[in-house]
């Protein structure tokens, strides 16, 4: 069985850091296309930021672009999403999301392409 869980949310102030985690269980993490998501209150659930297998390749939506970054440690069965220069609008519940999909490199950026979900984060940021 699969699991997903998130961690390293919290209050902080706008321009500041914070540093996500998932790890995730019950199978290798190098099976996975891995995905962050956010969700803020009312609105829907939307894509951040990708990596590909091997994290050769990512991709980020264009509100996140240039400020955070995505990475993953196949070993540890990890991956992280480093956010800098937090803004009141980044304020959400943050997800992580894998994609099980057998060889398959393209980075998906909608809900239905990912298989496994966490619980969620919460990200507040005070302006």
């Known amino acids: 069985q699969v699991q997903l869980v998130e961690s390293g949310g919290g209050l902080v102030q706008a321009g500041g850091s914070l540093r996500l985690s998932c790890a995730v269980s019950?199978?290798?993490?190098?099976?996975?296309?891995m995905a962050w998501f956010r969700q803020a209150p009312g609105k829907e659930r939307e894509f951040i930021a990708g990596i590909t297998k091997s994290g050769s390749l990512t991709h980020y939506a264009d509100s996140v672009k240039g400020r955070f970054t995505i990475s993953r440690d196949n070993a540890k069965n990890t991956i992280y999403l480093q956010m800098n220069s937090l803004k009141p609008e980044d304020m959400a519940l943050y997800y992580c999301a894998a994609d099980a999909t057998l060889y398959k490199s393209v980075i998906g950026t909608k809900n239905f392409m990912y298989d496994y979900w966490g619980q969620g984060t919460q990200v507040t940021v005070s302006s």
């Open positions: 019950g199978r290798s993490l190098s099976y996975f296309i």
